[in-house]
Nanobody
Framework: QVQLVESGGGSVQLGGSLRLSCAASGSIGSIVIMDWYRQVPGKQRELVATLTSSGVANYADSVKGRFTISRDNAEITVYLQMNSLKPEDTAVYYC?????????????WGQGTQVSVSS
C-alpha cells in the first residue's frame, strides 16, 4: 500500500510564500513522475508542476517563475515552493505520484492541503 502525506498548506497574504511537502511511503516501485495539482470548487483539477524521474520540471504558465518543484530522493518527498502568492492561487493542492511496478502503472493521490491567499 502506498501513502502520500501532504503538509505545509495555510493562509498567507498577497506576496507571501508557502512550502508544500508530500511524503511517499510504502511499496512504491519505480517513480515515473511526481507532481502537484490544485482544485477550486466547481472547477477541474489543474496541473501546477511536474517533476519527472530524470529531474525535468515543468510548470503551468500561471505559476512559472513563482513556484518551484523539487524532490528529496532519499526520503521520496516532493516539495512545492510557492513564492509571490496571489489570491488566484487559492485552492486545495494535491500531490500525485505515478509509479511503475509489476509491469503496470499506478497513480496515487495525497489527501489535499488548503492554500488560501488573501489580498
Amino acid at each position: 500500500q502506498v501513502q502520500l502525506v501532504e503538509s505545509g498548506g495555510g493562509s498567507v497574504q498577497l506576496g507571501g510564500s508557502l512550502r508544500l511537502s508530500c511524503a511517499a511511503s510504502g511499496s512504491i516501485g519505480s517513480i515515473v513522475i511526481m507532481d502537484w495539482y490544485r482544485q477550486v470548487p466547481g472547477k477541474q483539477r489543474e496541473l501546477v508542476a511536474t517533476l519527472t524521474s530524470s529531474g525535468v520540471a515543468n510548470y503551468a504558465d500561471s505559476v512559472k517563475g513563482r513556484f518551484t518543484i523539487s524532490r528529496d530522493n532519499a526520503e521520496i518527498t516532493v516539495y512545492l515552493q510557492m513564492n509571490s502568492l496571489k489570491p488566484e492561487d487559492t485552492a486545495v493542492y494535491y500531490c500525485h505520484l505515478r509509479t511503475f511496478k509489476a509491469l503496470r502503472l499506478y497513480d496515487y493521490w495525497g489527501q489535499g492541503t488548503q492554500v488560501s491567499v488573501s489580498s
